[in-house]
């Protein structure tokens, strides 16, 4: 069973602060990683995806993936009370599978 | 603007009865849509991954006799839940990817069965 592992939280940051997601996942083959919003009540969006080791930057987003400790990490700089959700992660299973297996998602919230 | 489309958002049915889903692609082909579940505070489950003209691909435990998925065209997959009950209550999403593009999300429909 390939399985993708998050903190459920519920992870509290003031306004302004670092928010820090983290995610380990099983299967050695997954080779794409997704980090999606979710409101509640709504659909995921995807925020980041990372394919090769090391950071990825967009905007106040960071995806951190580290494969050899089967790792991916979100941060968010400068915390806003929108930034306020559940957060999933998500990985391919491996063998260039479309399929995506989620973690069970942490709910973040931003405190003004 | 949204690039697959979900309807209905939410339908409320009595026990026994069935319920269509449908999952749109609006701007793009697919040949390939994926059909999730998600229970309140879980994540999202793999049901079933739909294949234009041919039978779709039911993930371990789901079954294919309940769950009836159709991706006759290639802008259209359909879930039937036949034979609605309480227990099959839930959050149900289609997806779909465009090209090599990222995986666009419907916007859910919410399912409750009395």
């Known amino acids: 069973q390939k399985e993708v592992e998050q903190n459920s939280g519920p992870l509290s940051v003031p306004e302004g602060a670092i928010a820090s997601l983290n995610c380990t996942y099983s299967?050695?083959?997954?080779?794409?990683f997704f980090w999606y919003r979710q409101y509640s009540g709504k659909s995921p969006e995807l925020i980041m995806f990372?394919?090769?080791?090391g950071d990825k930057e967009d905007g106040r987003f960071t995806a951190q993936l580290n494969k050899a400790s089967q790792y991916v990490s979100l941060l968010i700089r400068d915390s806003q009370p929108s930034d306020s959700a559940t957060y999933l992660c998500a990985v391919n299973i491996g063998g260039g599978s479309e399929k995506l297996v989620f973690g069970k998602g942490t709910k973040l919230t931003v405190n003004p | 603007g949204a690039v697959v489309s979900q309807h209905p958002s939410w339908v409320i049915c009595k026990s026994g009865t069935s319920v269509k889903i449908e999952c749109r692609s609006l701007d793009f082909q697919a040949t390939t849509m994926f059909w999730y579940r998600q229970f309140p505070k879980q994540s999202l489950m793999l049901m079933a991954t739909s294949n234009e003209g041919s039978k779709a691909t039911y993930e371990q435990g789901v079954e294919k006799d309940k769950f009836l998925i159709n991706h006759a065209s290639l802008t259209l997959s359909t879930l039937t839940v036949t034979s609605a009950h309480p227990e099959d209550s839930s959050f149900y999403i289609c997806s779909a990817r465009r090209s090599n593009e990222k995986l666009f999300f419907g916007s859910g429909t919410q399912l409750s069965v009395l």
């Open positions: 990372i394919y090769s080791n």
């Open positions: 299967d050695r083959g997954s080779q794409s």
